[in-house]
């Protein structure tokens, strides 16, 4: 049973940090990319970052600069370092997990609340 386990989302003043955490477990495939996707009310679900198996990074314009995404291969778990967070990150945050053969993965979302 494939599973994505995320954490670290919260309440946040605007211009605090947050940083979520994301572990799979359950497959013996390897993964290839991993990501952030978020999903504010009323709005489409949207990439934020992600981070193939390579060093590259990607990331939407609107946090560039603020966020940053990394990995740890060896615990297959994928990190979002949120900073200057404004009420405008208010979401749900999802993590993906894309696995070789048997393809991509959620985790059940975590709320992110910026608010004064």
């Known amino acids: 049973q494939v599973q994505l386990v995320e954490s670290g989302g919260g309440l946040v003043q605007p211009g605090g940090s947050l940083r979520l955490s994301c572990a799979a477990s359950?497959?013996?495939?390897?993964?290839?990319?991993m990501g952030w996707y978020r999903q504010a009310p009323g709005k489409q679900r949207e990439l934020v970052a992600a981070?193939?198996?390579?060093?590259?990074?990607n990331y939407a314009d609107s946090v560039k600069g603020r966020f940053t995404i990394s990995r740890d291969n060896a615990k297959n778990t994928v990190y979002l370092q949120m900073n200057s967070l404004k009420p405008e990150d208010t979401a749900v945050y999802f993590c993906?997990?894309?696995?070789?053969?048997?393809?991509?993965?959620w985790g059940q979302g975590t709320q992110v609340t910026v608010s004064s």
């Open positions: 359950g497959s013996r495939f390897a993964i290839n990319a």
């Open positions: 993906t997990a894309d696995f070789k053969v048997i393809g991509r993965y």
């Open positions: 981070i193939p198996g390579g060093a590259s990074t």
